[in-house]
């Protein structure tokens, strides 16, 4: 759901800017609540994760394809506001170094993509699990809902967008219509990919997952008639099945591998806003990116002419950089926190 720079109008794209680099600057000071020594390098990783299953389109009808956009898996696996940031950083790699998605459009897709699906991921997630039965079960069945909403939500406020500033003159029913239809089947996709991978990384270290906090199933005693909630015990913490190191190198590996190897069978058809774009004539007015040039442009490596070794070696390169400008951006988040709590902003002084 990249939108490309002509799609939207200069008014409007620069309104959506704002509303992005609001959300970011909100973002930056709720992450320093959500992360610590144990999950700022997991939000570089996550990162890198989001951007190579994004390089591999998965096809969900007759000459159309889908991607994650991974909004609701960084939002339950690191925490809303660190995942609004995990997605900006990937949306804004892939706009300046891969051509994809505009440099003008970049407000807008922060806003629908990284925003959007965040929000609305998140918060149905936190309303499912507080009505279910608390388990790692109903994590991850509120994991699967949530991301599954969460894309045809996108799709609806692409649509609210593009009735405020859309460059060409289309029936907007059938714009949503078109839209909201397309991403129900990309969603279903989305929904496999972010119940899969928060399953296994609850599997290996549940303590590490933000949206698995606290979820602590709450005894009941019948007192007088009457179930009350039972005190809470005080338990020894689940040892985790691997260390901290061993399941970021596993996740990096992962990413590596499947940016690296397996997006060269990702399919190749149009993704599902491109698709509604060439069939309902959104995209009349759609200009040439801005990074076109770049030796990396169209997720490829200029004068490598092997195709498959210059998709790999983009993908690589793609996962490198997200890592490495993710967690600079997380382990600053990070330090700001330590700074806030440092024993000198906590002496209380004797009088």
């Given at each position: 759901?990249?939108?490309?720079?002509?799609?939207?109008n200069?008014?409007?794209?620069a309104?959506?800017?704002?509303v992005a680099?609001?959300a970011?600057?909100?973002?930056l000071?709720?992450?320093?609540?959500e992360?610590?020594?144990?999950?700022?390098?997991?939000?570089?990783?996550?990162?890198?994760?989001?951007?190579?299953?994004?390089?591999?389109?998965?096809?969900?009808?007759?000459?159309?394809s889908?991607?994650?956009?991974?909004?609701?898996?960084?939002?339950?696996?690191?925490?809303?506001?660190?995942?609004?940031?995990?997605?900006?950083v990937?949306?804004?790699?892939?706009?300046?170094?891969?051509?994809?998605?505009?440099?003008?459009?970049?407000?807008?897709?922060?806003?629908?993509?990284?925003?959007?699906?965040?929000?609305?991921?998140?918060?149905?997630?936190?309303g499912?699990?507080?009505?279910?039965?608390?388990?790692?079960?109903s994590?991850?069945?509120?994991t699967?809902?949530?991301?599954?909403?969460?894309v045809?939500?996108?799709?609806?406020?692409?649509?609210?967008?593009?009735?405020?500033?859309?460059?060409?003159?289309?029936?907007?029913?059938?714009?949503?219509?078109?839209?909201?239809?397309?991403?129900?089947?990309?969603?279903?996709?989305?929904?496999?990919?972010?119940?899969?991978?928060?399953?296994?990384?609850?599997?290996?270290?549940?303590?590490?997952?933000?949206?698995?906090?606290?979820?602590?199933?709450r005894?009941?005693?019948?007192?007088?008639?009457?179930?009350?909630?039972?005190?809470?015990?005080?338990?020894?913490?689940?040892?985790?099945?691997?260390?901290?190191?061993?399941?970021?190198?596993?996740?990096?590996?992962?990413?590596?591998?499947?940016?690296?190897?397996?997006?060269f069978?990702?399919?190749?058809?149009?993704?599902?806003?491109?698709?509604?774009a060439?069939?309902?004539?959104?995209?009349?007015?759609?200009?040439e990116?801005?990074?076109s040039?770049?030796?990396?442009?169209?997720?490829?490596?200029?004068?490598i002419?092997?195709?498959?070794?210059?998709?790999?070696?983009?993908?690589?390169?793609?996962?490198g950089?997200?890592?490495?400008?993710g967690?600079?951006?997380?382990?600053?988040?990070?330090?700001?926190?330590?700074?806030?709590?440092?024993?000198?902003?906590t002496?209380v002084?004797?009088?």
């Open positions: 759901m990249h939108v490309p720079d002509g799609f939207i200069a008014p409007v794209s309104a959506t800017g704002v680099a609001g970011i600057a909100v973002s000071r709720g992450a320093r609540r992360l610590d020594e144990r999950t700022a390098p997991l939000a570089g990783l996550v990162a890198a994760f989001i951007f190579a299953v994004q390089m591999l389109n998965f096809p969900v009808a007759a000459g159309t889908g991607h994650l956009l991974g909004g609701a898996l960084a939002a339950i696996l690191v925490g809303p506001y660190t995942g609004v940031l995990c997605v900006s990937v949306l804004l790699m892939q706009g300046i170094l891969f051509a994809d998605g505009g440099l003008t459009a970049l407000g807008v897709n922060i806003t629908d993509m990284a925003i959007v699906t965040t929000v609305v991921a998140y918060a149905v997630f936190r499912l699990v507080k009505v279910m039965r608390r388990s790692r079960r994590v991850t069945v509120a699967f809902v949530a991301a599954l909403l969460s045809p939500a996108a799709a609806l406020a692409f649509t609210a967008i593009y009735a405020l500033g859309g460059t060409t003159d289309v029936s907007l029913a059938k714009v949503a219509t078109a839209m909201i239809g397309v991403h129900v089947l990309i969603g279903i996709g989305e929904a496999a990919i972010t119940a899969l991978t928060v399953g296994a990384v609850i599997a290996v270290r549940p303590d590490l997952v933000y949206g698995a906090r606290g979820l602590r199933q005894l009941k005693l019948r007192v007088g008639g009457e179930l009350v909630d039972a005190p809470t015990p005080v338990t020894t913490p689940v040892a985790a099945r691997t260390s901290r190191r061993r399941l970021w190198i596993t996740g990096l590996v992962t990413s590596l591998v499947l940016a690296g190897f397996v997006s069978y990702a399919s190749a058809s149009p993704d599902g806003l491109e698709k509604v060439h069939d309902q004539g959104i995209d009349q007015k759609a200009k990116h801005a990074s040039g770049s030796p990396l442009a169209d997720y490829g490596v200029k004068d002419q092997d195709a498959r070794l210059s998709g790999g070696l983009a993908g690589v390169i793609g996962v950089v997200t890592v490495v400008a967690s600079a951006v997380f382990w600053a988040v990070r330090r700001r926190r330590s700074d806030d709590v440092s024993p000198a902003s002496t002084e004797n009088v």
